[in-house]
């Protein structure tokens, strides 16, 4: 993976949920989630997502979430370092690791496991140029 593969404009194309035998259990920003995600060649990125309709009534979930940092590739991850953040995250000051499930021309899949209710899952989020 090289910086240069990253690099520009991304718009979310589905955000959802696995458990821990990679079923598909939520959709945390509904089903049709609009997003942006913009890596610089200077390092510097920004993640926004909202919901586009309804309101979600499961904990944990949100109807919009941004932040922006900087950003590196650490051999199959990109680490976003959270400078700001929208206040639901709390992520400010934090490394949001996300594993690279899928990069090619025009596609982008990004990965991030939690222990949620003594259960993991794993957020994943496809990007498309």
Known sequence: MKAEDFTGTWKLAACYERDEDGRRVGW??????KGILIYTADGHMSANMMRTSGVSEAPGDSDAV???GTWRISGNQVIHTVYVTTPVSGWAGSEQIRDVAGLGPGHLTLEGSAIIDGKRRTAVLE???
């Open 28 to 33: 945390p920003m509904g089903k049709d989630p």
């Open 66 to 68: 941004g932040y922006a």
């Open 127 to 129: 990007w498309t140029r």
